[in-house]
């Protein structure tokens, strides 16, 4: 074996557990392994998962808050005036240089796969070159999956149709849209149909920002569902945010449910940037603004969880960490309860790799070796507590380590440690 991890606790399996790594791969998981390793972790009774994934970040917007001006009010629509003028100074340089530090954040923090959005609505395509080559940079430690996202509409922006179709020859995993930010109704189904086709016709996924709004009437994820069983996509397309769902009436909520479930959809949802982005027109009572997660997950539909954006204009603060996303989700979507929260983190790990559509994903022998060890025993500590990343092993190898802070209490004339474990 290269490398061992000794006494781990795994979620859905009784006792502790040694992982064998061998090359690249989870050689064996057993109780008290008998072979050596070159390097061996002592994990100590805490928890080892599969390697989280973030599922839906901007990279190409990552980490310019404040430039060329903070967002005074915090809304959405500021936010896209502020991030107008930020794009007049954006460089291939600045982009791969901003992108490679939010990915080092997040390796930190145990991602190895990431999907990333990029805008096209850009008749230099600058960001999306400059990402093409970080993802193959990364990719001895990170799987990178590039969006191609209509952030101004693939209709209401010059030869939106022309840059989409321009952005899939030059190699993006996954074909993006925005129906409900186009300028008409009419304007939006054709955006619907054509990431779809697009979709289609190239053999991509497909991942939409969808109906992120607090306008009840705004219902393109209907189409999405429609087009993906009429096109036979069936498990690769997503649709992201779908915040309108929060303001359907329930008869309609039913009835789109159960349409996605057929369709097979997956849904993103951003808990950190709607939480501060949606509601934004309400008087009191202030709607959460948010997609229905527990029903959705009761219906049978894959729901992950994004963190959206990093430091930008729309989103001021964040350190690449999917399990304060988590945390924001348990609250705002009063999802405290214990099955749920035993099964929260699933929706950045196994869940999320579902989406992403990740064949070697799983913490199972004969699987790549993309692993976290936790510093904490079960999956609900370790979104209680935003607990350290002891250690993150992409593709066999130790690739990040964190030494986990340990506060010291003096009481009483004794000196103890504090954990925050009971
Ligand atoms: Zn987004």
Known sequence: MDLIIRSATLQGREGRHDIGIRGDRIAAIAPGL?????????????LVTPALVEIHIHLDAVLTVGDPRHNRSGSLFEGIEIWGERVKSLTHEDVKRRATTALKWMLAHGVT???THVDVCDPTLTALQALLEVREEVAEVITLQIVAFPQQGIYSFPDGEALMARAVE?????IGGIPHYEWTREYGERDVRTALR?????????DLHCDETDDDQSRFLELVAAETIRLGLQGRVTASHTTAMHS????YAYRLIRWMRHAGVHVITNPLDNAVLQGRFDAYPIRRGFTRVKELLANGINVCIGHDSIMDPWYPLGVGDPLQ????????????????????L????????????????????????????FDAPTAVDAVRTLA?????????????????ARSTVRWQGREEEVRFLI
């Open 198 to 206: 697009l979709a289609a016709e190239y053999d991509r996924l497909a």
């Open 34 to 46: 008998p072979e050596r390793a070159a390097r061996e972790i002592d994990a100590a009774g805490d």
């Open 346 to 373: 699933d929706l950045v790990t196994t869940r999320a790799a579902a989406c992403f559509g990740a064949e070697e994903y799983g913490l199972e022998e004969g699987k790549r070796a993309d692993l976290v060890l």
């Open 248 to 251: 359907y009436n329930n008869a």
């Open 325 to 344: 996303a988590c945390f924001v989700m348990v609250h705002y979507g009063h999802m405290s309860g214990r099955d749920e929260l035993e099964t929260m």
């Open 388 to 404: 350290a990343r002891r250690a993150v092993v992409s593709r066999g190898r130790v690739v990040a380590e964190t030494r986990p």
């Open 170 to 174: 030059m190699g993006v995993d996954v």
């Open 113 to 115: 796969y990431v999907r």
